[in-house]
């Protein structure tokens, strides 16, 4: 059974404001991941780690940053929410034994901002 | 660059029936993986199934499996005996080594009482 935890799992907040999401996995992975996904359609890379202190930006721009000061853990953060960041946002890991190629999700965060 | 098509938005069966669920990719790469992911209302996505490109048995999960076809970049999800907890969004996804996924647009599948 996979490990992969994330807060809040919900998420309202006005614009301009500062918010983190997080993600943490007890799993040992190397990688971690994060997507954006609107409801119903498809997963977008915005950035992805390939171990501590190595970051890098996926496919779809994005105004967030991320951190992986640690193994297991890899935070999101808007400096300055806007509505057009409302979205679900998904963590992933994988990178481990057998099934390295495998990602493993959490269950996401779904941010709404006003 | 690495693409996925899922030509089924949505999809629509009776519960118990076999259903089918179709998925074609594009790669320069030799040496890739191939994965079908469950997203139930709930929204948390879940390995649904893997195929590993160099392997030419198909492989199966209890009552799901896929027909990969290599040469023609085919990859669809047959699930057997389907159930009313099958009712998800299915994505199809590619990947190489331990990088990036790339996604499908999703199939929305519904088993019906």
Redesign the interface.
């Known amino acids: 059974e996979a490990d992969i935890y994330q807060t809040p799992r919900y998420l309202v907040i006005g614009t301009g404001k500062k918010i983190t999401l997080e993600c943490s996995q007890t799993m040992g992975h190397d990688?971690m991941?994060w997507y954006q996904q609107d409801p119903?359609?498809?997963?977008h890379?915005i950035h992805?780690s390939y171990g501590v202190n190595s970051t890098e930006k996926?496919?779809l721009s994005s105004e967030s940053t991320v951190s992986r000061i640690r193994t297991e853990h890899f935070p999101l953060t808007l400096e300055s929410a806007r509505p057009s960041h409302t979205s679900?946002y998904?963590c992933?890991s994988?990178?481990r034994g057998r099934?390295?190629?495998?990602?493993?999700?959490?269950?996401?965060t779904?941010l709404l901002v006003l | 660059a690495q693409t996925v098509t899922q030509s089924q938005p949505e999809m629509s069966v009776q519960e118990a029936e076999t259903v089918t669920l179709s998925c074609t990719y594009d790669t320069s790469e030799s040496n890739y993986y191939l994965f079908w992911y469950k997203q139930p209302p709930s929204r948390q996505m879940i390995l649904v199934i893997r195929q590993e490109a160099y392997k030419q048995q198909n492989a199966t999960e209890n009552r799901f499996s896929v027909n990969f076809q290599k040469a023609a970049k085919s990859f669809s999800l047959k699930i057997s005996d389907s159930q009313l907890g099958d009712t998800a969004m299915y994505f199809c996804a590619l990947g190489q080594g331990a990088q990036k996924l790339v996604f499908g647009q999703g199939t929305r599948l519904t088993i019906n009482p």
């Open positions: 990688k991941y119903g359609m498809e997963l890379l992805y996926g496919d679900q998904l992933a994988g990178g099934v390295k190629e495998t990602q493993y999700f959490g269950p996401g779904r």
